[in-house]
């Protein structure tokens, strides 16, 4: 099985990337899972990252305005942000109508990015509870998953997603499904981590571009993996610009054999019972600045 884990980041991504991923999930008849930010949109308050190593090394390689527009790059700072709950719960639950499985990203995303790894549970559990209570009105049930923006964690989130008795959740970089080992020796549900790089990690690195980045994925997914792979993909670029690339993908993972499934139905076949118990922690990866929470 091949997982495909979508986080929706913005208001522009909500209103034009999610409707075209859905057409494009369905003319494969291939499932997913959308995670979605269901607060305001800050995009344009992530650009205080440009003093961080490597950030601003990815913005040249992967053409942000290009992808975003420059109107949400303004949002949050020059120009307020849209309440993306508020203005697009019909497209959110279009989703779940059109039978995919919705979750969690994020209340607001570029605050839980920023800040959540050196925060302390307080400001974690009201964070984690805008976003659920969001999410519940939203949808009249609370969210069965949770997929961190950014990759972003602390020992505290981890916390409060076994207290809403998530099954699974999906806040990490990894190469297989494990638990999640907390410092002081708790333990959290089930993470099913991602295991393939993102588009916007490749291109412009090694040689890589638009037109030979699916090539790229395709090659890492060619041989038999005995846990199969969680792919991560953005409707700001999957679902708007890189629908091509996404299209290529869908079709060539399709003919490699694998079953493209929601978090849902991956973590269905697993054994929970055999799954390793690891700790998890901040580490830079390839492509992308900062630290992100990994599987130990």
Known sequence: MLALKIDV??????????????????AHQAGATFLFS????????????AFRPGFMKKVS???????????TLLYGTLLPGPDIGRKCADILRSVRDAGF?????????????????????????????????????????????????GWQMNDAAFVQEQQWGMAYC?????????IPLLTNGQTSCPQLPTTLPTLDELIGAD?????????????MTQADSPTGHVY??????????????????LAGWQRQ????????????????????????SLREIPGRSGTLAVQG
């Open 170 to 178: 999906s806040d990490s970089r990894g190469t297989h499904p494990f």
């Open 232 to 249: 991560t993909l953005h409707a700001e670029l999957e679902g708007m610009k890189l629908a091509p690339v996404f299209e290529r993908l």
């Open 101 to 149: 499985e919705t979750g969690i990203h994020t209340f607001d995303h570029v605050k839980w990015q920023d800040y959540v790894a050196s925060k302390d549970a307080a400001w974690t559990q009201r964070e984690m509870a805008r976003a659920m209570q969001r999410y519940t009105e939203i949808f009249g049930q609370p969210a069965p998953t949770h997929g961190a923006a």
């Open 9 to 26: 980041d913005t208001y522009r991504g909500t209103r034009e990337g999610v409707p075209q991923l859905v057409r494009m999930l369905q």
């Open 257 to 280: 054999g694998y079953t493209l499934v929601s978090m849902a139905d991956y973590f269905a076949a697993l054994d929970v019972a055999a799954l390793p118990r690891l700790a998890v």
């Open 207 to 219: 040689g890589v571009d638009t037109e030979n980045v699916a090539d790229a994925v395709l090659a």
């Open 38 to 49: 269901l607060g305001p949109d800050h995009t344009g308050r992530a650009l205080r990252r």
């Open 61 to 71: 390689r992967t053409s942000v305005l290009e992808h975003y527009g420059l109107k």
